[in-house]
């Protein structure tokens, strides 16, 4: 009886261990990717109130803006995970888009 388990439970393993490194890949840094982010916290990060700092008034979103129009992708996207993050609003995977 235990023959007939082993291998379909090997194949699982082994289909487990090549699909993981597919599933932790990074976006590679991108005009897109900073795009995405900046577009994804002045949609969902803009507070209501009057006199606020959120959403695309922010400064630290500001500078991500500016340093993706500048062509430093890496260094935006930093500041906008960083921004996310400590707003605790999650980062949107790269299939978002609004």
């Known amino acids: 009886m235990h023959s007939l388990l082993v291998p379909p439970i090997f194949l699982l393993l ?5 699909a993981a490194p597919v599933a932790f890949a990074q976006v590679p840094p991108s005009k897109a990717r ?3 982010l900046i577009k994804y916290f002045d949609y969902y990060g803009q507070s209501r109130g ?13 500078g991500a803006q500016s340093d ?17 993050h400590e707003k605790r609003m999650g980062i949107p995977g790269p299939d978002w888009s609004r």
């Open 34 to 36: 900073c795009d995405q």
């Open 68 to 84: 993706c129009d500048d062509g430093d992708y890496p260094e935006g996207i930093a500041l906008m995970e960083k921004l996310l």
């Open 14 to 18: 082994i289909a487990a261990a090549v």
């Open 50 to 62: 009057e006199g606020v700092t959120d959403g695309a008034r922010n400064m630290t979103r500001i």
